[in-house]
């Protein structure tokens, strides 16, 4: 069950929005919520980083899950809970349609979906703008 989660379709293919992904420096650029990302080594399942949102302290993430021009997990261990990002890409012709969707599972999930909920509520139609304004731009470029 989602507990936050926005979509809206891009006109490029899937492979121009994943490389935004696989580029978790460049996030910031495209994502008003966060002032900063780092990754260790390839965007592949179980690979580092951190993340930084304008509000908020910086946090370790994991990527759970990664499947090329198709989807990625991402989890970020809070006291008790687990903060699941989700990113699914459904190519549409020659549109993709992009979902996210955060979770909050775990014993104290109901504390941090109060406490970051609504900030969630807040920004993500604004990711969604910024990823979808990007992902066109590249795919004008090339």
């Known amino acids: 069950m989602a507990d936050f989660e926005g979509t809206v379709t891009v006109r490029c293919t899937p492979a121009v929005v994943f490389a935004l992904y696989a580029d978790a420096a460049g996030w910031a ?13 390839p965007f592949v399942s179980g690979a580092v980083g ?3 949102p304008k509000q908020g302290p910086t946090m370790t993430i994991r990527l759970t899950s990664v499947v090329p021009d198709r989807s990625f997990d991402a989890e970020a261990r809070l006291p008790g809970c687990t903060m699941r990002f989700e ?3 459904e190519p549409q012709g020659d549109s993709t349609r992009v979902t996210h ?7 104290l999930a ?3 979906r109060a406490l970051i909920g609504p900030g969630l509520r807040r920004g993500i ?3 969604m703008a910024g990823l ?4 066109e731009a590249r795919a004008a470029a090339h």
């Not at 969707?101 to 014993?107: A, D, E, K, L, M």
């Not at 979808?132 to 992902?135: D, E, F, G, I």
Request: no cysteine; proline share 8%; charged share 20%.
């Open 101 to 107: 969707r955060v979770v909050f599972t775990g014993p």
């Open 29 to 41: 650029a495209w994502d008003p919520d966060i002032r900063g990302a780092t990754r260790e080594g």
């Open 110 to 112: 109901f504390v941090f």
């Open 87 to 89: 990113h699914w890409l």
């Open 50 to 52: 951190t993340i930084t």
């Open 125 to 127: 139609p604004g990711t």
């Open 132 to 135: 979808k304004a990007a992902a």
